[in-house]
């Protein structure tokens, strides 16, 4: 079974900083692309930013572009959303997701359960 485990949100003030991780199984992450995604409460789920398996090529939502940064650790299995400079309307649950590729809900096929990230003074 494919899975995928987000964690790393909280709550933080506007201007700070978070790190969320997404921990995938050994059998996915060595040749597979994930994606970040959130959804905040009462709005579609939404692309945050994309890493390809090979680590080189990154894609990001104008929204997060020069304040979040996608990273990915193969040999840990371990994918990374570095979130900087954040703002309320960051507010949202932060999804990981994998088995395709895009700026789409619809193109993944795996999602971890989510983590909760809150801004706010």
């Known amino acids: 079974q494919v899975q995928l485990v987000e964690s790393g949100g909280g709550s933080v003030q506007p201007g700070g900083s978070l790190t969320l991780s997404c921990k995938a199984g050994?059998?996915?992450?060595?040749?597979?692309?994930i994606g970040w995604f959130r959804q905040a409460p009462g709005k579609e789920r939404e692309f945050v930013a994309a890493i390809a398996w090979s680590g080189g090529a990154a894609v990001y939502a104008d929204s997060v572009k020069g304040r979040f940064t996608i990273s990915r650790d193969n040999p840990k299995n371990m994918v990374y959303l570095q979130m900087n400079s954040l703002k309320s309307e960051d507010t949202a649950i932060y999804y990981c997701a994998t088995g395709g590729w895009g700026s789409l809900p619809r193109q993944y096929t795996y999602w971890g359960q989510g983590t909760q990230v809150t801004v706010s003074s």
């Open positions: 050994e059998f996915i992450l060595g040749s597979a692309a």
